[in-house]
């Protein structure tokens, strides 16, 4: 299927909220709003002039990294397909803009930023524990890292607890 691309630069306009579907998936969605600047000519000011909202929704693990790295206000540059939805709302029809998003991140044009790598579990969905509930963040299957991995200092790979049978499952393809 052929998609328009779009890089979108622009701010997180609503909180981001990991929310399971019922099925126990990772599902984050939000607004990321741009508002285009311009110099009046007159006042010789820079005033807010088109605004562009556009829905963009995560699933499985890219929805976990979303949530556990954006919030409200931040800005950020979204890459993916763009989309639009038609409806109609007290008699009055009206478009959506959605963005099926191949990557996303902070804009460094306007801060500074952190990345932690994750180690990928077995699963992108969200566990759920006995009343259906999602299950706390450290029984996911995954953990945090950090750049220091593998140096002097850092986690030995022995307390990973994916580390030794991995190990052995490669050993014995080889």
Same mark, same amino acid.
């Given at each position: 299927?052929?998609? +328009? ?8 306009? /609503? ?7 019922? %099925? ?7 607004? !990321? =709003? ?5 110099? &009046?000519?007159? %006042?010789?000011? *820079?005033? /807010? @002039? ?8 995560? *699933? ?12 409200? #206000? ?20 009206? !478009? ?10 902070? &804009? ?7 990345? +932690?790598?994750?180690?990928? #579990?077995?699963? #992108? ?5 006995? /009343?259906?509930?999602? =299950?706390?963040?450290?029984?996911? @299957? ?10 002097? @200092?850092?986690? %030995? ?11 052995? =499952?490669? %050993?014995?393809?080889?």
């Amino acid at each position: 299927m052929y998609g +328009t691309n779009i890089t979108v630069v622009g701010n997180v306009v /609503d909180e981001v909220v990991n929310t399971p579907t019922s %099925s126990g998936l990772s599902r984050v969605s939000f607004r !990321v =709003a741009n508002t285009q600047r311009r110099r &009046d000519r007159e %006042s010789g000011q *820079w005033v /807010d @002039g088109h605004k562009l909202f556009v829905n963009v929704t995560f *699933w499985r693990e890219f929805a976990e990294n979303v949530a556990a790295s954006l919030k409200k #206000g931040d800005p950020v540059v979204v890459n993916g397909k763009i989309f639009s939805r038609q409806y109609v709302r007290a008699e009055n029809n009206h !478009v959506a803009y959605e963005i099926e998003p191949e990557s996303i991140g902070h &804009d460094l044009a306007r801060g500074s930023s952190v990345f +932690t790598k994750r180690r990928r #579990g077995f699963s #992108g969905s969200v566990e759920v524990d006995a /009343d259906g509930m999602p =299950a706390r963040f450290e029984d996911r @299957g995954y953990q945090l890292v950090d750049e220091s991995d593998g140096q002097p @200092g850092a986690e %030995s790979p022995a307390a990973d607890p994916f580390a030794e049978p991995l190990a052995a =499952a490669l %050993s014995n393809a080889s």
